[in-house]
């Protein structure tokens, strides 16, 4: 299996800042990359496929990037309903799997 | 728009078989990929395994032993068995969509999770 690991683990951050996510894959996996946030007691949500194509009714505040191995969420201007835990997923070979998390706090 | 709900028992016993069903409602389950996935608690998330609307399967390695899915497109549903469980398998279970206009493994639309403890 493809590993995937996330840093950090946590960030503590206000509103309005930039916060940036890592994520690192085990092997190459060219563009195939998600970002998903989840809310507590809450599912998944999609955020970026192909490591940078925002979903339809995603803010453009939300960024990806990254190819190969190292991959990056950017969140400019962070908003209240932004404090969630974030996960990166790879998407090129079953079974997919994901980052640990990173948890964004309220500073 | 495509709405997944989970049902089935919330506690299962050590050794026993655990089962969900994922109803599909707004729209068929032809067509498409359908997934299981699943987070224990303060934990990340774990793929189980697919199943497409014409049966085909693929499993997770590390669960293929113990994982039956199984889908029923009369009832746009389709259902996980896990057997022999222990505490381990104790965690909020998810079905999901595979994204059908994106390529490779995307989830874009899921159930609310069911919790399912293990435990005598």
């Known amino acids: 299996d493809i590993q995937m690991t996330q840093s950090p683990s946590s960030v503590s951050a206000s509103v309005g800042d930039r916060v940036t996510i890592t994520c690192r894959a085990s092997?190459?996996?060219?563009?195939?990359l998600a970002w998903y946030q989840q809310k507590p007691g809450k599912a998944p949500k999609l955020l970026i496929s192909?490591?940078?194509s925002l979903q339809s009714e995603i803010p453009s505040r939300f960024s990806g990037s990254g190819s190969g191995t190292d991959f990056t969420l950017t969140i400019i201007s962070l908003q209240p309903e932004d404090f969630a835990t974030y996960y990166c997923?790879?998407?090129?070979?079953?079974?997919?799997?994901f980052g640990q998390g990173t948890k964004v706090e309220i500073k | 728009q495509v709405q997944l709900q989970e049902s089935g028992p919330g506690l299962v016993k050590p050794s026993e078989t655990l089962s969900l069903t994922c109803t599909v409602s707004?729209?068929?389950?032809?067509?498409?990929?359908w997934t299981w996935i699943r987070q224990p608690p303060g934990k990340g998330l774990e793929c189980i395994g697919h199943?497409?609307?014409?049966?085909?399967?693929n499993y997770n390695p590390s669960l293929k032993s113990r994982v039956t899915i199984s889908v029923d497109t009369s009832k746009n549903q389709f259902s996980l068995h896990l057997s022999s469980v222990t505490a381990a398998d104790t965690a909020v279970y998810y079905c999901?969509?595979?994204?059908?206009?994106?390529?490779?493994?995307?989830?874009?639309?899921w159930g609310q999770g069911a919790l399912v403890t293990v435990s005598s």
């Open positions: 997923q790879q998407a090129n070979s079953f079974p997919p799997t």
């Open positions: 092997q190459a996996i060219s563009n195939w």
């Open positions: 192909a490591a940078s």
């Open positions: 707004g729209g068929s389950i032809s067509s498409y990929f």
């Open positions: 199943i497409h609307h014409s049966g085909t399967t």
């Open positions: 999901a969509r595979r994204a059908p206009i994106l390529v490779g493994y995307y989830f874009d639309s």
